[in-house]
T-cell receptor, first 112, second 114 residues
Framework: KNQVEQSPQSLIILEGKNCTLQ??????????LRWYKQDTGRGPVSLTI?????NTKSNGRYTATLDADTKQSSLHITASQLSDSASYIC???????????FGAGTQVVVTP | DSGVTQTPKHLITATGQRVTLRCSPR?????VYWYQQSLDQGLQFLIQ???????AKGNILERFSAQQFPDLHSELNLSSLELGDSALYFC?????????????FGPGTRLTVL
């Protein structure tokens, strides 16, 4: 069983609207959580990295939240643009050397 | 542009063959990671090298092997290729050997096995 579960699997939103992606994890011990954006056929690009003590982190129109108690994270996209169409991957780093566990990703499609 | 380069960009080969994928990390990065991403699948960690030494192993098949050279570039060797090996192969690099470092991904090599 994957230790990092993302929902929804896919999402279609209208340009200009907001959306929220979810990530639940069971990875332990927790080190940090990252969100990556991956355009089709290209390498993932880091959006945010949060450690245990951080609740919120923003990168432009992307805002990630972390609740380490409930082991949940969300990524909020504000005022979506067509260029936001991509897969968003939640990655949790565990253990002393930080082994990474990847979620399957949420595919976001922004339509005009 | 992440600063990580991968060659070739595309590779088409036949079952049973052997191929080599190459990765050059960002300047100054000591760690290289290899990942496989099959169609509509998530990223699967294969192997990590740090400063020439194998640091961690993931879901890497015995038919696959990798190495990191003194100049820190890395190669992933895939042998006895099967149809199921068709995938995008990504290389990532980070400054140090621990996974906590942010990883910077290359553009990937698309392997098609016919």
């Amino acid at each position: 069983k994957n230790q990092v579960e993302q929902s929804p699997q896919s999402l279609i939103i209208l340009e200009g609207k907001n959306c929220t992606l979810q990530c639940n994890y069971t990875v332990s011990p927790f080190s940090n959580l990252r969100w990556y954006k991956q355009d089709t056929g290209r390498g993932p690009v880091s959006l945010t990295i949060m450690t245990f003590s951080e609740n919120t982190k923003s990168n432009g129109r992307y805002t990630a939240t972390l609740d380490a108690d409930t082991k949940q994270s969300s990524l909020h996209i504000t005022a979506s643009q067509l260029s936001d169409s991509a897969s968003y991957i939640c990655v949790v780093s565990a253990g002393s050397w930080g082994k990474l566990q990847f979620g399957a990703g949420t595919q976001v499609v922004v339509t005009p | 542009d992440s600063g990580v380069t991968q060659t070739p960009k595309h590779l088409i080969t036949a079952t049973g063959q052997r191929v080599t994928l190459r990765c050059s990390p960002r300047s100054g990065d000591l760690s290289v990671y290899w990942y496989q991403q099959s169609l509509d699948q998530g990223l699967q960690f294969l192997i990590q090298y740090y400063n020439g030494e194998e640091r961690a192993k993931g879901n890497i098949l015995e038919r696959f092997s990798a190495q990191q050279f003194p100049d820190l570039h890395s190669e992933l060797n895939l042998s006895s290729l099967e149809l199921g090996d068709s995938a995008l192969y990504f290389c990532a690099s980070s400054p140090q050997g621990i996974g906590d470092n942010e990883q910077f991904f290359g553009p990937g090599t698309r392997l098609t096995v016919l």
